[in-house]
T-cell receptor
Framework: GAVVSQHPSRVICKSGTSVKIECRSL??????MFWYRQFPKKSLMLMAT?????????EQGVEKDKFLINHASLTLSTLTVTSAHPEDSSFYIC?????????????FGPGTRLTVT | AQTVTQSQPEMSVQEAETVTLSCTYD???????LFWYKQPPSRQMILVIR??????QNATENRFSVNFQKAAKSFSLKISDSQLGDTAMYFC???????????FGTGTLLAVQP
């Protein structure tokens, strides 16, 4: 089956610093990747859709200057949380889609727990 | 816009019993897909079952089956012979339209009791 990895699995950073999270599709090419945020005991909230070679599409209310997304290759998308603050502490999950826009299957990474102190 | 509603925040079932999780949705798309995902304590999202809206036959995967009522926009999940490993958060989700984004419900926390 399709495998998606995320790195790091856990990260602690100081307030005001930036942190980068990587999402990789290990055995397939992903033209589209998605970034979600999940608060404790809550649902997944879509933050942005990342398309290889083009700018990400952000959901309403998500600050694109705060959450920088880069999808430089067909197997890698990165999410950078800039000038992180304690309220950015959360669980971040990526998913990757195998195929074109009409493909419905998404494969999820294991998530990254970000703690900002 | 597409929305998904899960009205049961928490449910409990005895091991080996059957439990049904409810889900209703709304969409203006004619072609869409419905999913149930499981999120165990590890927090890894696991696809349990999916249903193509154009298919009338209810999807089945081993102990998991759905009751898809298209006119009522209802998509419930039945878990038969519940096992302790089924303890998890279950999310109902829909995708469709030009972007095929996944929209999740708020989830149902299922506890299987020994």
């Amino acid at each position: 089956g399709a495998v998606v990895s995320q790195h790091p699995s856990r990260v602690i950073c100081k307030s005001g610093t930036s942190v980068k999270i990587e999402c990789r599709s290990l055995d397939f090419q992903a033209t589209t990747m998605f970034w979600y945020r999940q608060f404790p005991k809550k649902s997944l909230m879509l933050m942005a859709t990342s398309n290889e070679g083009s700018k990400a599409t952000y959901e309403q209310g998500v600050e694109k200057d705060k959450f920088l997304i880069n999808h430089a290759s067909l197997t890698l998308s990165t999410l950078t949380v800039t000038s992180a603050h304690p309220e950015d502490s959360s669980f971040y999950i990526c998913s990757a889609r195998d195929g074109g826009p009409l493909s419905y299957e998404q494969y999820f990474g294991p998530g990254t727990r970000l703690t900002v102190t | 816009a597409q929305t998904v509603t899960q009205s049961q925040p928490e449910m409990s079932v005895q091991e080996a019993e059957t439990v049904t999780l409810s889900c209703t949705y709304d969409t203006s798309e004619s072609n869409y897909y419905l999913f149930w995902y499981k999120q165990p304590p590890s927090r890894q999202m696991i696809l349990v079952i999916r249903q193509e809206a154009y298919k009338q036959q209810n999807a089945t995967e081993n102990r998991f089956s759905v009751n898809f009522q298209k006119a009522a926009k209802s998509f419930s999940l039945k878990i038969s012979d519940s096992q302790l490993g089924d303890t998890a958060m279950y999310f109902c989700a829909i995708s469709g339209g030009a972007t095929n984004k996944l929209i999740f419900g708020t989830g149902t926390l299922l506890a299987v009791q020994p």
